[in-house]
């Protein structure tokens, strides 16, 4: 099966939603998440072995810098995701801990690469590797970072499929960072938001649910949905978290963002009036509402795929029943 990316994507904004409070969503955000890392536990502990033995090197402010980076880790999303796509198919072996430590891997060098296209002096609350260590760092600690990614990716039993499609991927997300530099002192239009979200956020989630059923050897038409599946939940989740960031900042006080919020929701200030109104209806939601309706024209298949997981697993939206959001999906893009 070649897999490859599909270019052309759409898709229709619902209205009328309710406002849930902030802290009420991401609590149940945060539950959800923990239930599934607790039921991916020994999964969870592998990738994290792997990336230990990544880190040891001989030379010390690798370890250094490497460990600095880790200790800054957000919630494993993309391992997960890749982790359960293998599990709906029932997928025995250890490949699917090399693919998602290798997600994580490139997931992490492209924003250590994004920290220092922005000159961001902070993520996650902690100083970014290239405000305390510098810029040269940054970016070599990067590449570090993907070529033990790529290199994990060879290691796989489906290495060519594998690694083909982390490169095309990794390729797609350098041409979302620059077409959003592009677009970086203009007004963004709906089509031009949801480009930079595809590129610089959901292909790599759609890679995640694709190569976690295509390990597995699930029937193409299959991994295609969760492949979608993958792409809309990381649109979804990211304009989500994005235009909640920048709405509930305007909420708190009055004025105009500084440089820095600027390039932490890039352009997202620079925003059409249809495009905010888009970010609301999006930020309006809860994170379980948020998951798009990839399946909608086969759900049946989806229903009989998420009996396979236990219902803490198909929480996070491998379940047809939790795919509201878009009243039309965005397609695979592989």
């Not at 492949?227 to 909640?244: D, M, Q, R």
Request: aromatic share 6%; net charge positive.
């Amino acid at each position: 099966m070649a897999l490859r990316l599909n270019r052309n994507h759409s898709c229709r904004i619902p209205t009328n939603v309710t406002k849930p409070t902030q802290q009420s969503r991401s609590t149940n955000y945060r539950n959800i998440i923990d239930e599934i890392a607790e039921y991916l536990a020994p999964d969870l502990a592998e990738v994290n072995d792997h990336l230990a033995r990544i880190l040891d090197s001989d030379t010390e402010l690798v370890r250094e810098v490497g460990h600095y980076v880790l200790s800054t880790r957000g919630k494993r999303l993309r391992p997960i995701l890749a982790i359960l796509a293998a599990k709906v198919f029932r997928y025995v072996g250890e490949d699917h801990t090399k693919v998602a430590t290798a997600l994580e891997l490139v997931h992490s060098a492209t924003l250590l690469h994004d920290d220092v296209i922005d000159k961001a002096p902070l993520r996650r609350g902690k100083p970014t590797v290239n405000a305390r260590w510098g810029e040269d760092v940054a970016i070599l600690i990067a590449d570090y970072l993907f070529s033990h990614a790529f290199n994990l990716a060879l290691q796989t039993s489906m290495s060519p499929k594998v690694l083909s499609l982390i490169c095309q991927v990794t390729a797609r997300m350098c041409e979302g960072e620059m077409f959003q530099i592009e677009k970086r002192d203009a007004l963004l239009t709906r089509d031009d938001y949801l480009r930079i979200v595809r590129g610089k956020t959901a292909y790599l989630f759609s890679a995640c649910t694709a190569l976690g059923s295509l390990l597995a050897n699930a029937p193409e038409q299959q991994v295609m949905l969760l492949s979608s599946y993958g792409l809309n939940f990381g649109i979804a989740s990211t304009t989500l978290s994005t235009s909640w960031l920048v709405i509930t900042r305007s909420e708190s006080r009055s004025g105009p963002t500084s440089a820095t919020e600027n390039k932490r929701c890039p352009s997202f200030t620079r925003l059409s009036k249809p495009m905010r109104k888009i970010a609301t209806s999006f930020s309006s939601t809860g994170i379980t509402a948020a998951i798009p309706s990839t399946l909608s024209r086969s759900s049946r298949n989806m229903a009989e795929l998420s009996t396979r997981l236990p219902k803490r697993a198909t929480t996070l939206g491998l379940r047809a029943s939790s795919w509201q959001i878009f009243r039309r999906h965005q397609p695979s893009p592989f």
